[in-house]
T-cell receptor
Framework: AQKITQTQPGMFVQEKEAVTLDCTYDTSDPSYGLFWYKQPSSGEMIFLIYQGSYDQQNATEGRYSLNFQKARKSANLVISASQLGDSAMYFCAMREAWRNQGGKLIFGQGTELSVKP | ETGVTQTPRHLVMGMTNKKSLKCEQHLGHNAMYWYKQSAKKPLELMFVYSLEERVENNSVPSRFSPECPNSSHLFLHLHTLQPEDSALYLC??????????????FGSGTRLTVV
């Protein structure tokens, strides 16, 4: 069964506007972590933001924020004030507890974001 | 400059060749990973090493052979590959396998083309 689902293969956003990238996940483990990574054309996976399953507040890192809706099992990434350099692939990932998945990081299919000038 | 360095960045090899991918980290991490990223597919975890011991092998064909001589270095030895093995191979490290909040630090990857 798919653990991480990103339903948007590609997204376009105008420069300086905000964009939301969707991510839903599936787990029965009460303890897990959710991550977003950015992958530019160079190939490197760049860590953006983390949300723990027990965190009460949504995570924020600069222009990135994570809209965590636990009951809906969604962890959408919001990028504010988009910049041309934000054009890249974005991956949502989940890490369950060691006893369930060995603490492995499991990735979604990715969303390709293109920022228009 | 990433904390995880992968070499080479690009590799073209024939199906009868033998080559090796190298990954190096000096972050003091105890766990290292190999992922395969094919076009239009999610990243696939291939191998997991913790303190130089392999803790997971996700049904990877034997033509891929990992080696972890110490906690800072990880190799992926390749032999008699198939064209469908062409992909981006990413190395990552983390503080521990299965530790709580920490994510992974990734290298820039080796883009492999099998001809």
């Amino acid at each position: 069964a798919q653990k991480i689902t990103q339903t948007q293969p590609g997204m376009f956003v105008q420069e300086k506007e905000a964009v939301t990238l969707d991510c839903t996940y599936d787990t029965s483990d009460p303890s897990y972590g959710l991550f977003w990574y950015k992958q530019p054309s160079s190939g490197e996976m760049i860590f953006l933001i983390y949300q723990g399953s027990y965190d009460q507040q949504n995570a924020t890192e600069g222009r990135y924020s994570l809209n965590f809706q636990k009951a809906r099992k969604s962890a959408n990434l919001v990028i504010s004030a988009s910049q041309l350099g934000d054009s890249a692939m974005y991956f949502c990932a989940m890490r369950e507890a060691w006893r369930n998945q060995g603490g492995k990081l499991i990735f979604g299919q990715g969303t390709e974001l293109s920022v228009k000038p | 400059e990433t904390g995880v360095t992968q070499t080479p960045r690009h590799l073209v090899m024939g199906m009868t060749n033998k080559k090796s991918l190298k990954c190096e980290q000096h972050l003091g991490h105890n766990a290292m990973y190999w992922y395969k990223q094919s076009a239009k597919k999610p990243l696939e975890l291939m191998f997991v090493y913790s303190l130089e011991e392999r803790v997971e092998n996700n049904s990877v064909p034997s033509r891929f052979s990992p080696e972890c001589p110490n906690s800072s270095h990880l190799f992926l030895h390749l032999h008699t590959l198939q064209p469908e093995d062409s992909a981006l191979y990413l190395c990552a490290s983390s503080q521990e396998v299965g530790s709580g909040e920490g994510g992974y630090t990734f290298g820039s990857g080796t883009r492999l083309t099998v001809v």
